[in-house]
C-alpha cells in the first residue's frame, strides 16, 4: 500500500511540474502539441536549449515519432513550427522563463551564474530590463552585455 501511494504521489509531482514546465513556454500556436507530445516525454529544457532550423526540427521531430512520440499529421506540423519559431537559429531567451539547460547553453552562462540568476529570480521576480539584469549578483556583465541581442524581457 505504502509503495502504491508513493507511486501515485510521484506521478501527481511529475504532472504538476510538467504544467508548470509547459505554462513557461512562450504561448503561441502549437504550444498546446508542444506540451501533448514532446513534455509528456521530458522537460523542455531538452528542446529551449537547441537553436535548430526548420529542417533540422522536422528530423528531430521525426526522430522522436520513431522513439514513440505520436500525433497526427497537423500536429506534429504545428510542434515544428513552435520550436522553429521560438527556438530557430535566431530566436531569443526568454530570460523570465529560460530553465537552467537554456540559459547555460544558449547565453553561455556558467553553472554558478545560471544558479545565482534562478536565485535572484525565484526570489525577487524576473528583471524587466536589460539594466536591471546587470545588477543581479553573480552575473557577469561583460558576458550578458554580449548577448544582449539574444535577451528577451
Request: hydrophobic residues 45%; proline residues 2%.
Given at each position: 500500500?505504502?509503495?502504491?501511494?508513493?507511486?501515485?504521489?510521484?506521478?501527481?509531482c511529475a504532472t504538476a511540474a510538467d504544467e508548470k514546465d509547459i505554462a513557461r513556454l512562450p504561448d503561441g500556436p502549437g504550444k498546446?502539441?508542444?506540451?501533448?507530445?514532446?513534455?509528456?516525454?521530458?522537460?523542455?529544457?531538452?528542446?529551449?536549449?537547441?537553436?535548430?532550423?526548420?529542417?533540422?526540427?522536422?528530423?528531430?521531430?521525426?526522430d522522436m515519432v520513431q522513439r514513440g512520440?505520436?500525433?497526427t499529421t497537423a500536429e506534429l506540423e504545428a510542434v515544428v513550427a513552435y520550436l522553429t519559431k521560438n527556438f530557430g537559429?535566431?530566436?531569443?531567451?526568454?530570460?523570465?522563463?529560460?530553465?537552467?539547460?537554456?540559459?547555460?547553453?544558449v547565453l553561455g552562462f556558467t553553472v554558478a551564474e545560471v544558479r545565482a540568476f534562478l536565485e535572484y529570480r525565484d526570489k525577487n521576480g524576473g528583471p524587466k530590463t536589460f539594466d536591471e539584469l546587470l545588477k543581479v549578483p553573480g552575473i557577469d556583465a561583460a558576458k550578458a552585455e554580449a548577448k544582449k541581442e539574444r535577451i528577451i524581457f
Open positions: 500500500m505504502k509503495v502504491l501511494f508513493l507511486m501515485l504521489f510521484g506521478l501527481a498546446e502539441q508542444v506540451g501533448k507530445i514532446c513534455v509528456s516525454c521530458h522537460d523542455s529544457g531538452n528542446f529551449r536549449k537547441a537553436r535548430f532550423t526548420s529542417e533540422e526540427w522536422t528530423d528531430s521531430v521525426d512520440a505520436s500525433g537559429k535566431d530566436a531569443g531567451v526568454r530570460i523570465n522563463t529560460a530553465p537552467f539547460a537554456e540559459l547555460r547553453v
